[in-house]
């Protein structure tokens, strides 16, 4: 699937490691695919003030 026809989504580089729910984290890219281009900036802006990190909104 190439960026052009992919739905849109968030993508957060700064999000590279997680924690799991046993305390392991595991390296991760933060990608979340979502319905509609207006969702994806919400959910990045709500990202952003969580993590500090800036996400990226493509679609």
Excluded: F, W
Excluded at 15 to 38: A, L, Y
Aim: aromatic residues 2%.
């Amino acid at each position: 699937m190439s960026d052009d026809d992919a739905n849109p989504r968030y993508v957060c580089e700064g999000c590279q490691t997680v924690e799991t729910g046993d305390g392991e984290t595991k390296r991760v890219d933060k990608v979340r695919e979502v319905n509609s281009i207006s969702t994806a900036r919400m959910l990045a802006d709500i990202h952003a003030i969580k993590t500090g990190h800036s996400p990226e909104v493509r679609g």
